[in-house]
């Protein structure tokens, strides 16, 4: 005899499916629960991930052809290409160590002079068809610092960035595209995005830039509550959506045209990014003459109209 019809005999058998109905909905429940939480926990680490440590590594067009897992004669393409003239700056997409400088990075397939940096986690760039090298091998670079120029070295058709994304160990590639969105970069060129709890010389940038728009802040370069705070209000007052995160809708509100005999808090902003990107500014607050050299040699060294005003075309350059 079955134990549901010797409870049943018993007058248990109501009993005992009530007990099974109910330990399939607690553990449907507890299921639920756990996809639920995997789904915040997913969504916490991908706004985690936009967090100021990850720039544009050049800017440029995206050519036909260039893209990520395109046909490459029985095998298929490892990374993004970046199509501009032959000279443009390249920049490390992150903090890092220079691990690889030679001829096709020491990787199957690659030709031409290249660079690879190790991020730590096992996480890796690659920079391939470079013209010129700015840093040596086994260098410490940071994130946004020129490191190269761009070129045609190697099996190419025309100048351009070959740039690789390696997570997990080094010859694993994934989507830069995708992996430098993640990270709150736009590869194409647009605005980044910077999410609370972001830190570093962006932040910084951010904090001068919303003193100068009358929200005081210390410009520790932590993306803090406080800062998180005084930027919702910003959005608000300027009717965005007041989700703290300075990205394509914020950045063009926050940011000034600036140009030579402008100082304060904005031109410290402008000079900060500019460091990023390796000019080596005093950052005094007074755009002068050097400053306005400082300008004029980012804008043509990645080929932008290089008149010394920042505007926000070169705001978008400097700041993704």
Do not use: C
């Not at 890092?96 to 096709?104: E, I, L, N, Y």
């Not at 993306?223 to 300027?238: C, E, I, L, P, T």
């Not at 500014?281 to 920042?310: C, I, K, M, P, W």
């Amino acid at each position: 005899m079955s134990r549901r019809a010797l409870l049943a005999g018993l007058g248990l058998g109501a009993l005992a499916v009530n007990l099974s109905t109910g330990a399939s909905t607690a553990v449907a429940a507890e299921a639920e629960a756990e996809a639920a939480a995997s789904a915040a926990a997913e969504a916490a680490a991908a706004a985690a991930a936009k967090n100021g440590a990850w720039a544009n590594p050049a800017l440029g067009r995206f050519p036909a052809g260039g893209h990520y897992g395109a046909p490459r004669g029985g095998a298929s393409h490892a990374g993004q290409d970046v199509s501009n003239s032959t000279g443009t700056a390249v920049h490390a997409a992150a903090a890092g160590t220079v691990v690889r400088r030679s001829w096709g990075g020491g990787l199957p397939g690659r030709t031409g002079n290249a660079l690879v940096i190790a991020h730590g986690g096992n996480q890796y760039t690659y920079y391939g068809h470079l013209s010129a090298y700015r840093v040596a091998l086994n260098a410490t670079v940071t994130a946004g610092q020129r490191i190269a120029d761009m070129g045609a070295t190697g099996n190419v058709t025309g100048p351009h960035l070959h740039f690789e994304t390696h997570t997990g160990s080094l010859g694993s590639t994934v989507n830069p595209v995708g992996f430098l969105a993640a990270r709150g970069v736009d590869l194409s060129g647009g605005w980044s995005r910077i999410d609370p709890g972001a830190s570093g010389a962006t932040v910084v940038v951010i904090q001068r830039l919303m003193t100068r728009r009358g929200h005081t802040l210390v410009a520790d370069g932590q993306y803090g509550s406080v800062s998180v705070a005084a930027v919702k209000r910003f959005q608000s007052s300027k009717g965005l959506v007041a989700d703290g995160q300075v990205g394509p809708a914020t950045w063009p509100a926050l940011v000034y045209t600036l140009r030579q005999g402008s100082s304060g808090a904005h031109v410290r902003a402008l000079q900060t990014a500019l460091n990023k990107r390796s000019a080596r500014l005093a950052v005094d607050g007074g755009f002068g003459s050097v400053t306005t050299s400082a300008v004029r040699a980012y804008q043509s060294a990645n080929r932008l109209v290089a008149d010394g005003e920042a505007g926000p075309v070169t705001w978008r350059a400097l700041t993704g």
